[in-house]
């Protein structure tokens, strides 16, 4: 869906996502060593007694801006795919109150995932933790993204319902996708090892603000908003709208 229509797909994010980009690289290339020294002091478990000039304020900044940015071009990506609304400015309108209602729902799916999240990471550690031995800090994560992600595509048909104004329980959304349950456990699949693959090329690099990095980061967080919108919005067109895939 997003390489097949990638002028609308630029035309709709294009301009907030480098707007997105503008004040996260600010951030990372001006702060990298105060960051850097801040997690290795977190680690070793010290707490900061203050922070450097500026750097939480900026912080609060990058993720205002990467919250504002990801929620306007997830409401104009699903409208534009279900209504054919195509943005002919160069910033896209902005539908306020779509996006609050999308930022609510959000938290509500959040909230419900996170509760599962740490009941289920608790169960898995003390099921498999002494068995899998070093290897469970690495394949335990890896289990519970995966149930989060088939949790959140099918619970998460309520984001393009509010993104069209139209309301939709989250036990709709999970009533109406059972019959696909098997076809969403299998997309949750993709996407965990889709997940892996992408970290193998950062993972070569250790510097995590070099150009090639960062660029690299930008390109594929870009790719995996628009497939990961996209997917919500073909699963609501197909189970709640009753479209042809």
Known sequence: MVFGNLGPALRVSGFLYLAYIAVNAYFQLTYAEDL???QRNMAMGHMPMAL?????????LNIVVALLT????AVLWHRYVLLAENPDTIIPPMHAGAIGAYL????QLALMLAIVGIALGMLLAVAFGSLLGAAAASIIPLLLLGVLLYLSYRLGLVMPAVALSKQLAFKTSW???AAASGAIAQLAVIAVV???VIQIPSNMNPDATSIVNLV????IGWIAMMVGISVLT????IYIEGREL
Do not use: D, R
């Not at 690299?216 to 390109?219: G, P």
């Open 194 to 196: 889709f997940a892996i």
């Open 234 to 237: 073909t699963l609501y067109g």
């Open 36 to 38: 850097a020294t801040l």
């Open 104 to 107: 609510g729902k959000t938290i």
């Open 216 to 219: 690299y980061t930008y390109v």
């Open 52 to 60: 450097p000039s500026g750097l939480l304020g900026m912080m609060v």
């Open 175 to 177: 009533e109406k996708t």
């Open 70 to 73: 990801s929620l306007w071009i």
